[in-house]
């Protein structure tokens, strides 16, 4: 039983993979842009929702309700002022672009916050779960982040398909060339997918912060880590396969920590250079503009 | 009389080599203007000069009489002037609904929608759903003309048509071309392929390395003036 709920448990971690990965795959199959900022900017999320819970009194769900729009804008800027003028540049130099902006945020979040963990207090939500089975127990918490993960995944995809600013996202991983042909400025929808992948990657620091209750100025390191891990797993670029690259990272994750509490990461790391070995494309055939 | 699209002394080129020397022409509403010309004559560089896609080292691009040079390509679709790039270079993950609808960026007002495209393309009725990599060359050029209409252009701008096409195919397409010359559109239409273009075209310039060497209508010029300027063998001024 204790193997049951390793992968039950595991499943669930991988929603959170899965939505920490979304962003990431967001901005590389739109924008071809690697974002290594992606994990400070999960980070910046639960810091602002940290801040808004302690100086506005409001709760983690109303928080979301500011950071996430407000990193949206953020990406969008980010994108047009800093981003876009790099890609002009090569394809090196978003990269290098984007790895200053990973150095610069934990410096910064240390002079404004010191080391210290900020909280992100959920009440009892992190400590409430379902009992499926003996010694197999569902987490509120996660559970509701995997059905959150689910959910944003099938909207992103159909966002992508059914409406109009989502079929220009899609036309500019394409051929962003011919997208200017048809009178669209590809400058404005680039911004507008890295201002959803921002959003996003706000969304997943927040739940990050509350499964761990606060957040360090150092976090991001390891959420970009994961979340690059289960990108490369499932299929760089696929939407439906950062869920499943989310899974198979969490599920490695648990089992490992069946057997010794100090595996996890290693193991995570172990699957993850096997399917760069074995499967270099990952696990899901598909595109996040498919 | 004020031309729709004008093209005055245009000089461009790709680094240090010129690819257009010093070439004026313009295209009347209604008219089609065919630029014909041999392999690397600077036909498709004009073409995306007169698009806003390649910005000219000299001269001016006027549209109703106004200086356009400087308006860039997707400012420019909005203005009016939509080009069909050569190897169509569609969206190939979208469908060609989404592409033909992805036409419409300027969302410019007119007669063209997906339903009237259709109407004159009639070989995309049943293809609508279906990807746009998986389309023959034919249907992927049918869909870039009619992806071009769907900006309600006042100039379509058509870069290699036949290009790669079985004969039986360059047909229907150039068949179709006469339900597109509608409402005033002005076409100019590069080829390398002389008979169709003569046998469509109101007027016809000819190029050659960068220059434009010989103008006219295909009443006026002869086959053998247009064959000599066309490869070069005898250069006629105009």
Known sequence: MVIVNA?????????????????????????????????????VGAYLAAVALSSLGVDVWVSLLLVVPLLGVVGYWVQRLLLQRALTLGELAPLLVTFGIAIIIPNALIELFTTNKQAIPTGSLAVRSIRVADGVSIGVLPLLTMVIAVLLIAGTQQFLARTRSG??????????????????????????????????????????????GGVTPFDGQLMVLFAFEAVIIGGLGSLWGTLAGGIVLGVAQTLAGVVSPELPLLVGNLVFLAVLVLRPTGIVRSKVVA | M?????????????????????????????EVLALVGANGAGKSTLLRVLAGAHRPDAGRVL?????????????????????????RRLFASLTVRDNLEIGAGSRRTGTWTVDTVVDALPMLGDLLERNASQLSGGQQQAVAIGRGLMSNPEVLLLDEVSLGLAPIVIDELYASLAAVRRGGLGIVLVEQDLERTVAVADRIACMLEGHAVLEGTPATLTRAQITDAYFGHEVASW
């Open chain 1, 167 to 212: 079929r220009y996202m899609r036309a500019a991983a394409d051929d962003s060339d011919t997208l200017r042909l048809m009178g669209v400025d590809h400058r404005r929808v680039y911004a507008s997918a890295m201002g959803l992948a921002f959003a996003i990657a706000a969304l997943a620091g927040v739940f990050f912060g509350m499964r761990q």
């Open chain 1, 7 to 43: 992968l039950v448990q595991g499943v669930l971690l991988g929603g959170l993979f899965a939505m920490a990965a979304l962003g990431l795959s967001i901005a590389f199959g739109i924008l071809r842009v690697v974002n290594l900022a992606h994990g400070e900017i999960m980070t």
């Open chain 2, 2 to 30: 004020t031309a729709l699209l004008a093209a005055e002394r245009i000089e461009a080129g790709y680094g240090d080599s010129r690819a257009v020397a010093g070439v004026s022409l313009a295209v009347e509403p209604g």
């Open chain 2, 63 to 87: 549209l109703h009489g106004d200086d356009v040079t400087q308006v860039r390509d997707f400012e420019r679709n909005r203005l009016g002037v939509s080009l069909v790039p050569e190897g």
